[in-house]
């Protein structure tokens, strides 16, 4: 099993920053992936942010060049910097995590980011 917990959530004017953390423990090994996702009020959930094994990272379109995912392996933390924040960024925010042998994916219980003046 697996445990992720997320903070740094919060409320933030639009242009603002804030940053995401989630800490992961338990049976952690063959870790394909960690990620994060987000889900708006009366929408569907969106992947946002990836950071592979390897350190390769990809974003969804709407975010790319204003947020940024990390990990700090000896921590078993990864980050997400989101700047120039927007008010379609509000949403719960959900850290992944990804196994492979077999293939699962872990969620995180999710943190509320509001931005709004």
């Known amino acids: 099993q697996v445990q992720l917990v997320e903070s740094g959530g919060g409320l933030v004017q639009p242009g603002g920053s804030l940053r995401l953390s989630c800490a992961a423990s338990?049976?952690?090994?063959?870790?394909?992936?960690m990620g994060w996702y987000r889900q708006a009020p009366g929408k569907e959930r969106e992947w946002v942010a990836r950071i592979r094994s390897g350190g390769i990272t990809t974003y969804a379109d709407s975010v790319k060049g204003r947020f940024t995912i990390s990990r700090d392996n000896g921590k078993n933390t990864v980050y997400l910097q989101m700047n120039d924040l927007k008010p379609d960024d509000t949403a719960v925010y959900y850290c992944?995590?990804?196994?492979?042998?077999?293939?699962?994916?872990?969620w995180g219980q999710g943190t509320q980011v509001t931005v709004s003046s």
């Open positions: 992944i995590l990804d196994k492979t042998n077999p293939w699962y994916r872990y």
């Open positions: 338990g049976s952690i090994f063959s870790i394909n992936a």
